[in-house]
């Protein structure tokens, strides 16, 4: 997986990026700019968390993915993981943001996260 053809990994792999509007409406033109991409791919995640797509599995297969572009050898995309997929957990809900550090990040993803914290002047949990 390289950060060149990242866009076109997503939309592969998870083609439910294209089915729901509220992340097509994200994509405002195709483009091959991760950064503008992105939005979409973290608006299909959080659709998952609030409940509004109830699927478990392509939840996971997300997290499961953003843990396996943060280990990455490519330091394009643990940087591109880490502000478009991690920042933003920062600003859900509590209730659910407990939820997803607790439960749902993987090894490295967590790692990332907690560097994130002293950032957002957060303490450490």
Same mark, same amino acid.
């Given at each position: 997986?390289?950060?060149?053809?990242?866009?076109?990994? =997503?939309?592969?792999?998870?083609?439910?990026?294209?089915?729901?509007?509220?992340?097509?409406?994200?994509?405002?033109?195709?483009?091959?700019?991760?950064?503008?991409?992105?939005?979409?791919?973290?608006?299909?995640?959080?659709?998952?968390?609030?409940?509004?797509?109830?699927?478990?599995?392509?939840?996971?297969?997300?997290?499961?993915?953003?843990?396996? =572009?943060?280990?990455?050898?490519?330091?394009?995309?643990?940087?591109?993981?880490? =502000?478009?997929?991690?920042?933003?957990?920062?600003?859900?809900?509590?209730?659910?943001?407990?939820?997803?550090?607790?439960?749902?990040?993987?090894?490295?993803?967590?790692?990332?996260?907690?560097?994130?914290?002293?950032?957002?002047?957060?303490?450490?949990?």
């Amino acid at each position: 997986m390289i950060y060149a053809t990242i866009i076109d990994t =997503v939309l592969a792999r998870f083609p439910e990026i294209q089915e729901h509007e509220t992340c097509r409406s994200r994509i405002d033109e195709p483009n091959d700019l991760p950064y503008l991409f992105f939005p979409a791919f973290w608006q299909l995640l959080e659709l998952c968390l609030v409940g509004t797509i109830n699927d478990n599995r392509l939840m996971n297969d997300i997290f499961d993915f953003m843990e396996e =572009v943060a280990t990455s050898d490519d330091g394009g995309l643990v940087d591109l993981v880490t =502000v478009e997929m991690l920042e933003p957990l920062f600003g859900l809900p509590y209730g659910i943001y407990k939820k997803v550090v607790k439960h749902h990040l993987r090894p490295k993803t967590l790692e990332l996260h907690h560097a994130l914290l002293p950032f957002f002047h957060i303490p450490n949990p």
